[in-house]
């Protein structure tokens, strides 16, 4: 079969190609659900509609669960041999130089959103399978177990497409499963993650010669604040001390408003599964307010005490929520505080925790609301994603390992880990992310001017073909 599925590849190359275009035209992003069938508005069920109708064409059995995710299989057994993949896509953004939704052929590359994430892959998985399900069907061989390509509609978003897939609609995980949507060769760990929205009720201290009327920083819990900003009301003098102390600090601007004193501070962002690497702003303003002993003694001791004590939670590598820690296989929990907002007595703030992935998801969680309720916080919600952990002498990474390895020539590069979370969460610790970028590449999902070299996505139909046969045979 080896040579044959790779020959399969080289025959219908045009085909993998103008499908692969035609699926990218799709501006498959998520909008406002557009009734039954459309959960996550309309593109992004056309998107799964014209999937499945190319499967259904190339002679697969297909099932559409609501919009939410569907499938295409081949072949028979109890069990099965999966594939999953996203066909919905983040907005394009700003400062390409190619249309997004063109899916333009140039210089070697396909350009467009979702031509690496995840589009691409996808469906170069999907024409790898239709290699193996033509070959098998043409020299009467049969597979030991079923084939099925499982497309998933909400992946960039809030993942109701496995927790409806696997949930409601009633489907089976796969005996094994790989995911083409991270890195080759394999990424056989993923970090456990969760969010969690502490609050603290602060009544406004009016009688305070100086306090905090708001506070604001953050956009989104997987990222580290870039821009902070307070106003300060109070005393005219010592508002006006304040702006003195505060100016020449690095990082903080303060302007005189008609309200008050407005703080900001500028940091640098950062994704939330590496803290480190940004400069939290809202941790940079905390700091910069309660830093001044000498001039905010004035400011309300209720102010003072959530400021300083979220400064100090804040700490990215979890160590003051009491999880800090890390295991040979992941290395360190990383905590991000990406949104802090207080407004109207009441302070908030999110958390974005990846724990290592042979943590205890349940024992974690309980000692971060331990820590945290244990200074007068209440976790308003926590939202929870399992780590992923599979040996590396155990299935499916020996066998995916082996194929990318005979396929590439790369004999050395080690299998990965990461802190970011796939669909390979949603089967563990049956599947794992395999490919579709290859070591060295330049990351440019979820950028302007994202690309897929045309050479790469018919190499990975080939390695994609090679494990869907060499896991189901
Ligand atoms: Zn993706």
């Not at 103008?18 to 309309?42: C, D, E, N, Y």
């Not at 697969?60 to 919009?67: D, L, R, V």
């Amino acid at each position: 079969m080896k040579d044959k599925i790779s020959a399969w590849v080289d025959a219908h190359e045009s085909e993998i190609i103008a499908r692969t275009q035609a699926i990218l035209r799709l501006p498959s992003v998520k909008a406002p659900t557009a009734g039954s069938g459309a959960p996550f508005g309309t593109p992004i069920a056309e998107a799964l509609h014209q999937t499945l109708s190319l499967c259904g064409d190339l002679g697969m059995k297909t099932e559409n669960f609501g919009g939410y995710a569907g499938h295409a299989e081949f072949g028979t057994g109890s069990e099965i041999v999966g594939m999953l993949g996203h066909l919905d896509v983040v907005p394009p953004g700003e400062g390409w130089t190619h249309d997004p939704w063109g899916a333009e052929v140039s210089e070697g590359f396909i350009w467009g959103r979702g031509t690496s994430d995840d589009k691409g892959p996808t469906f170069a998985a999907l024409f790898g399978a239709k290699a193996v399900f033509d070959l098998c069907a043409a020299e009467g061989i049969p597979l030991s177990r079923r084939v099925r390509l499982i497309f998933g509609c909400d992946e960039e978003s809030g993942w109701e497409c496995m927790a409806h897939y696997f949930g409601p609609a009633g489907q089976p995980k796969p005996t094994l499963a790989f995911t083409p949507d991270a890195y080759f060769p394999l990424v056989y760990a993923e970090k456990g993650s969760f969010t969690a929205v502490g609050e603290k009720q602060v009544p406004e201290d009016r009688a305070a010669l100086l306090r905090v009327a708001w506070f604001e920083s953050g956009l989104r819990p997987n990222m580290v604040p870039r821009d902070a900003g307070a106003l300060l009301v109070g005393d005219s003098g010592l508002l006006e001390g304040a702006e003195h102390v505060l100016v020449p600090m690095s990082g903080i601007t303060a302007e005189r408003t008609a309200d008050g004193l407005l703080v900001r501070a500028l940091g640098k962002s950062a994704h939330g599964s590496t803290p480190g690497q940004g400069d939290n702003a809202a941790i940079k303003l905390m700091r910069a307010l309660t830093s001044q002993i000498s001039v905010f003694d004035d400011l309300s001791s209720a102010d003072s005490k959530w400021m300083t004590d979220l400064a100090l939670r804040g700490a990215p590598d979890g160590g003051e929520v009491g999880i800090g820690g890390s295991d040979e296989v992941t290395g360190a929990l990383t905590s991000n505080l990406g949104v802090v907002q207080y407004r109207e007595g009441v302070v908030r703030a999110t958390f974005n925790v990846r724990y290592p992935a042979t943590w205890d998801g349940d024992e974690t969680t309980g000692r971060f609301r331990a820590s945290v309720e244990k200074s007068g916080w209440t976790v308003a919600s926590l939202s929870h994603t399992p780590p992923l952990y599979v040996p590396q002498d155990q299935e499916p990474v020996k066998t995916l390992l082996r194929v990318y390895r005979e396929q590439t020539g790369d004999t050395t590069t080690a299998p990965l880990t990461m802190g970011g979370r796939t669909y390979a969460t949603s089967v563990a610790p049956v599947g794992v992310a395999f490919g579709a970028a290859m070591p060295g590449d330049e990351d440019c999902a979820h950028q302007a001017d994202e690309r897929f070299p045309v050479a790469r996505l018919l190499q990975c139909a080939k390695i994609y073909g090679h494990a869907l046969y060499e896991l189901a045979k």
